[in-house]
T-cell receptor, first 113, second 114 residues
Framework: NAGVMQNPRHLVRRRGQEARLRCSPM?????VYWYRQLPEEGLKFMVY????????ESGMPKERFSAEFPKEGPSILRIQQVVRGDSAAYFC???????????FGEGSWLTVV | DAKTTQPNSMESNEEEPVHLPCNHS???????IHWYRQLPSQGPEYVIH???SNVNNRMASLAIAEDRKSSTLILHRATLRDAAVYYC???????????????FGSGTQLTVLP
């Protein structure tokens, strides 16, 4: 049973470019969460999605960041016009339903140069 | 959300038991106590969770105080691969069984000495 799959594991972008991070939840999981971990800081919640719906985006920056979880395919975290401060590890997690145990992926490391 | 307090760091010798404490004096009746750990350059890994009774699984044991204001994660025999940051998290559940997302604190950095 494959775990939460994230890709790419490492991504380098120049300032102003777009970054797209993908997350395939565990089989049977329809709830996805995105977290960000800045260097030397803790994990911060960004957004919680269910298939085709954003349930809670209280942790998402108001500009340049968006997330989706379409009916088919992986969840995507999109960062437009990246800046150096976006350099971080982005973790995706999934659960079969709200309230169930949440399992994390290995993360995507974004470096903005 | 109720907060948790953990020591910043702890050390343990390999092959010995480790007791990682967590204080959560403002815990409410519907808060579950969750433990995750994060190894270097990896995502958080679920360890264990409980509500009132002590819990055991293949990874660890969770001992919950009778008043629920504190808990202890017990690793029965520490190995070098257990070196990680351990997070104690209270997860708030609603009456319908719904739960909010996990809120991570700074955790306890566990160092295992050979």
């Amino acid at each position: 049973n494959a775990g939460v799959m994230q890709n790419p594991r490492h991504l380098v972008r120049r300032r102003g470019q777009e970054a797209r991070l993908r997350c395939s939840p565990m089989k049977g999981h329809s709830h996805v969460y995105w977290y960000r971990q800045l260097p030397e800081e803790g994990l911060k919640f960004m957004v919680y999605l269910q298939k085709e719906n954003i349930i809670d985006e209280s942790g998402m920056p108001k500009e340049r960041f968006s997330a989706e979880f379409p009916k088919e395919g992986p969840s995507i975290l999109r960062i437009q016009q990246v800046v150096r401060g976006d350099s971080a590890a982005y973790f995706c997690a999934s659960s079969p339903s709200q309230g169930n145990t949440i399992y994390f992926g290995e993360g995507s490391w974004l470096t903005v140069v | 959300d109720a907060k948790t307090t953990q020591p910043n760091s702890m050390e343990s010798n390999e092959e010995e038991p480790v007791h990682l404490p967590c204080n959560h004096s403002t815990i409410s009746g519907t808060d579950y106590i969750h433990w995750y750990r994060q190894l270097p350059s990896q995502g958080p890994e679920y360890v264990i969770h409980g509500l009132t009774s002590n819990v055991n699984n293949r990874m660890a044991s969770l001992a919950i105080a009778e008043d629920r204001k504190s808990s202890t994660l017990i690793l029965h025999r520490a190995t070098l691969r257990d070196a990680a940051v351990y997070y104690c998290i209270l997860r708030v559940y609603g009456s319908s069984g719904s739960a909010r997302q996990l809120t991570f604190g700074s955790g306890t950095q566990l160092t295992v000495l050979p």
